[in-house]
């Protein structure tokens, strides 16, 4: 006689949204509180299950593709945020006012987002790999230097 299994319908859900925040198999298992061998049992047996883990993984591929990418292009070039601080004062009757002030504030480039960037997507001209292109076809031979401390003949 097997075990009694602990799989129900509610971990789909879970299983869909721990996949969705980028959640690893092994780790939505202990988050599931299953052993990563009884996962791997329930995505064969139920297909629901299976189900529940591609649609959460979906979700997370299209955020990441569609949503990372303009924030990596913001942190390169810096930006500007709102921020918003709030000072409590009391008089002398008790009575309480709040005061909210709203400042700019800027957040400046990120050098190694803007390096990311450009090897990424610029990798003929930011490479830290020399490239052969730059002296493809050109011989010691063919360059010439002249030198202007001789004289001509």
Do not use: W
């Not at 990372?68 to 000072?87: H, M, Q």
């Not at 003929?124 to 002296?135: A, G, I, L």
């Amino acid at each position: 006689m097997s075990r009694p299994t602990k799989y129900n319908k509610e971990m789909n859900e879970l299983v869909k949204e721990y996949a969705s925040q980028g959640y690893l198999q092994d780790q939505i298992a202990t988050k599931l509180g299953i052993s990563e061998a009884a996962f791997y049992v329930y995505l064969e047996k139920h297909l629901e299950f299976k189900e529940a883990l591609k649609e959460g993984r979906n979700i997370y591929h299209e955020a990441f593709t569609n949503e990372l990418p303009p924030l990596l292009f913001k942190s390169a070039k810096g930006y500007y945020v709102d921020e918003t601080t709030t000072t409590t004062t009391k008089d002398k009757d008790g009575k309480v006012t709040e005061q909210s002030k709203v400042t700019k504030r800027y957040i400046s480039p990120s050098t190694a987002m803007q390096i990311f960037l450009s090897k990424n997507h610029l990798p003929d001209r930011y490479s830290d790999k020399p490239q052969e292109h730059f002296n493809k076809g050109i011989k010691e031979t063919d360059i010439k230097v002249k030198n202007p401390f001789k004289k001509e003949d």
